[in-house]
Every structure is written in structure tokens, then in C-alpha cells.
């Protein structure tokens, strides 16, 4: 959820006076000028915090670990140089294992090399 956005979009409905750009100086200006009428501050500021908090943050915590463990399955290596019909000792699987690690790792920053 891109609650940065959601939030700055709630701060526009309750002060339709926020500039959608301005020096520092000017955003302490109007801060202040806001924080002067506190109930729609509260509901600008403090609220959507509140109730990511409590509501979103933990939904999103949850689903990801369910989709990191049924979906993704980050927690697997997928060896693709040993057949997956035979028995391989625990020392082969480790050895093949980290460089089968090593070679994911250089082929994503082999490709995002070729992209800059």
C-alpha cells in the first residue's frame, strides 16, 4: 500500500490551502498554520498513523510471510546442478548448494550491470 501517498492526499482534503511544493521555511510556515486548528490536524496527522498502525502494518506483516512461505519460498535453494532423482551426501548438496548461490547472485548483478 503506498500510505505516503494515501496520507499527503488526506492532508490535502482537510487543508486545502497545502502547497504542493515550497522552500523549508515555508513548510514550517504552514505547518504551524495547521497545527493551529488541532482537531483537523488530529485527523490529518495523527489518525492515518494510528490506524496504520493498527490495522494495515499488521495485515502486511502477516501476508508477507505467508506469501514468503508458500509462494516465494525464499527459504529454499534450488540446486539445478544435482538431479533431484538421486541421493547427494549433506557435504555435495552444501558445496553446490553455496554455488549455485553464488551464480543466482551473479547473474542479478550481472543483469542489473547491463541495465545502468
Not at 8 to 21: G, H, R
Not at 35 to 50: G, H
Amino acid at each position: 500500500m503506498y500510505f505516503t501517498k494515501t496520507k499527503i492526499n488526506i492532508k490535502k482534503w482537510f487543508f486545502q490551502d497545502m502547497p504542493e511544493s515550497a522552500t523549508p521555511e515555508k513548510w514550517d510556515e504552514w505547518n504551524t498554520q495547521a497545527q493551529a486548528n488541532k482537531v483537523r490536524w488530529f485527523f490529518a496527522e495523527t489518525l492515518p498513523d494510528w490506524f496504520a498502525s493498527v490495522f494495515i502494518y499488521p495485515y502486511e506483516r502477516i501476508a508477507s510471510k505467508l506469501r514468503n512461505k508458500y509462494i516465494r519460498k525464499y527459504n529454499l535453494i534450488k540446486i539445478h546442478s544435482l538431479k533431484a532423482t538421486e541421493w547427494h551426501s549433506i557435504d555435495s548438496r552444501l558445496m553446490y548448494g553455496m554455488f549455485q548461490l553464488l551464480v543466482d547472485s551473479g547473474v542479478r548483478k550481472g543483469a542489473s550491470a547491463n541495465c545502468i
